[in-house]
């Protein structure tokens, strides 16, 4: 019989408390490390993270949506989006496509894991761009907000099918640059957080039929990632999120490169 392994618990916990303080990490963090630290083999990594960012960040949820920081319009936009990309890959997967087997998985979730660094440095600069926008043409904004939300919402999907990250880093920018003047700190987190969960149900479902979740190696991480994050997520209004996200980017951009490398 398996016991909970305390270096998976360990690895768990550190991602939970980030993914409550700032929304990030379910994917750009964890599924790294999994590869880099352990050597997961990248498809039962990308399977086993998606249950567990969905896991962990439902109890994160729950934790942001009593302060009443979720904004459910951006949610459900996003849902519209992500939703459907998510499934169209998990039925490729599922009538035996090759997409969660080919080479370059690895490389894949590298480049979005650096992408997602830049973009987490960019960030104050794409809100300044976006402010400016809007106040300077706000009807025209106003009208492609909800287009383009939806249209990021696919790409969510397609990066969180394929390679279990982007929900969080990915997401966080995309809504920083649509709704510079709505998304607060708090707001942010919490409407992240939220959307990433039936889109990691969603896009772990072609995994789990196909057997590629490890779920003892899923119950370790579990173990301390609930805890962390709801610790996390209670802490998140008093936590400076600039500087942790600064760090963030750091860890990400050397994660990436050592992925690729």
């Not at 990691?200 to 779920?215: E, H, T």
């Amino acid at each position: 019989m398996c016991v909970i392994d305390w270096s998976f618990t360990l690895a768990g916990a550190l991602t939970g408390f980030v993914i409550g303080v700032t929304g990030v990490g379910g994917g750009a963090l964890m599924t790294p490390i999994l590869l880099l630290f352990f050597g997961i083999h990248p498809t039962t990594a990308v399977a086993t993270d998606l249950w567990f960012a969905a896991v962990t960040k439902i109890a994160g949820a729950r934790v942001h949506h009593s302060n009443g920081n979720v904004d459910w319009q951006v949610v459900r936009r996003l849902w519209t989006g992500s939703l459907p990309m998510a499934l169209l890959v998990v039925v490729l997967v599922s009538m035996g496509t090759q997409v969660a087997k080919v080479d370059w998985l690895t490389k894949g979730i590298g480049i979005i894991v650096l992408i997602t660094s830049i973009g987490l440095l960019a960030a104050p600069k794409l809100v300044a761009l976006a402010r400016k926008q809007q106040t300077g043409q706000p009807e025209r904004f106003e009208t492609m907000q909800s287009v383009l939300t939806v249209l990021a919402g696919a790409i969510l999907g397609v990066c969180v099918a394929l390679t279990s990250v982007g929900a969080g880093v990915m997401g966080s920018v995309m809504l920083l640059y649509l709704y510079p003047l709505r998304m607060t700190p708090h707001r942010l987190v919490a409407t992240d957080i939220v959307h990433a969960i039936p889109l990691a149900i969603v896009a772990g479902l072609g995994y789990l039929f196909a057997g590629k979740v490890d779920w003892w190696m899923l119950a370790s991480l579990l173990s301390g990632s609930v805890p962390a994050v709801i610790v996390g997520s209670m802490l998140a209004s008093k936590i400076a999120g600039r500087w942790v996200r600064m760090a963030l980017a750091f860890v990400l951009a050397v994660a990436g490169l050592k992925v690729l490398l």
